[in-house]
């Protein structure tokens, strides 16, 4: 689930990319592998991104919790950790 939320996320306008938080605590852990910006837990789903430079903050992160209310339920809760001039690779 949250590698295809991750892929929603990251697919929506003026989204550069997830964001793990300022110590990477932000984050789903799979078997050998960890999703970055994402956490799923009884309160919701915790979405940190990173907005591309001149996107509407408000605009674009309501267009994430839209994408997200598509494919998965419950809470959403956006965060936007940065603003960046490219989008992260």
């Known amino acids: 689930m949250s590698e295809a939320l991750a892929r929603t996320v990251t697919a929506t306008d ?51 919790r839209r994408a997200v209310h598509a494919v998965a339920d419950g809470p959403v809760h956006i965060t936007v950790e940065d603003v960046v001039e490219v989008a992260n690779s």
């Open 14 to 64: 003026g989204v550069a990319g997830l964001h793990g938080g300022m110590f990477g605590e932000v984050a789903t852990y799979l078997p050998g592998r960890r999703v970055a910006g994402i956490r799923l837990d009884h309160n919701g789903i915790d979405i940190h991104i990173s907005l591309l430079a001149g996107a509407p903050v408000r605009e674009t992160a309501d267009a994430v």
